[in-house]
């Protein structure tokens, strides 16, 4: 199972992986954890590049690319194998990030981005999406200091943009997508997550193949 987990920094994604790794452990489900951008070395390498050159930043259709790459070599190198054995995946960020922070490519070009990050995932689709969400004075109050993170170091109209693609996904979410709120107490949205998990697994196992 393809489990991602989205929101903008500082709502808690990495917590509650790390929780419900524990949990998953626990019960014997055998499972990976890991993230976006990066998940391999190379792709690790570009988020390096990404994140972290001021001096001369990225054109916004750069970014597009460098993150369908770095996609790319993930899913073929880590999550779809990962899959393939059986294990659950959770990963921290996916598709659904690319269009919060790279939003301004979306706006000017939908058919070409959509394109892009369709060819990088090879058509790969989570399971289920766990979307965060935290009011924006609170997500920045929470998150760790990012002074040299070319992201999350933005104006204020950047991060609002962020807080915003989420906030209206969760109007109207899709059906394999799951919104939390991310001021509740962490146990409480840990268990919430592996109920959910565990429901959809057994609905999974227990529907007759065609």
């Keep these: 199972m393809f489990v991602v987990f989205e929101g903008g920094d ?3 994604k990495s917590t509650q992986i790390n929780q419900v790794s524990r949990v998953l452990t626990q019960r014997g489900i055998a499972h990976i954890t890991t993230r976006e951008p990066g998940g391999t070395p190379p792709a690790e390498a570009v988020r390096r590049a990404l994140l972290y050159e001021k001096d001369q930043p990225w054109p916004l259709w750069a ?9 790319a070599h993930h899913v073929v190198h880590v999550i779809r194998p990962a899959l393939d054995r059986g294990d659950w995946v959770l990963c921290d960020r996916f598709t659904e990030s690319t269009r919060a922070y790279q939003y ?3 706006a000017e070009n939908p058919a070409l981005f959509d394109a892009i990050v369709h ?3 090879g058509g790969l689709t989570p399971d289920v999406t766990f979307v965060f969400l935290l009011e924006e004075g609170e997500r920045l109050s929470h998150r760790p200091s990012h002074q040299d993170d070319c992201f999350e170091s933005r104006n204020a109209h950047f991060q609002h943009q962020v807080t915003a693609h989420f906030a209206n996904l969760a109007r109207n979410p899709p059906a394999d997508y799951m919104v939390l709120q991310a001021d509740q107490p962490v146990a409480q949205i ?7 998990l565990l429901t959809k697994h057994m609905g999974r196992i227990s529907t007759p193949r065609a």
């Design 63 to 71: 970014e597009v690319f460098l993150l369908a790459a770095a996609r």
């Design 104 to 106: 301004q490519a979306y």
């Design 119 to 121: 060819q990088a995932t």
């Design 190 to 196: 840990t268990q919430t997550i592996v109920g959910a």
């Design 10 to 12: 500082g709502v808690g």
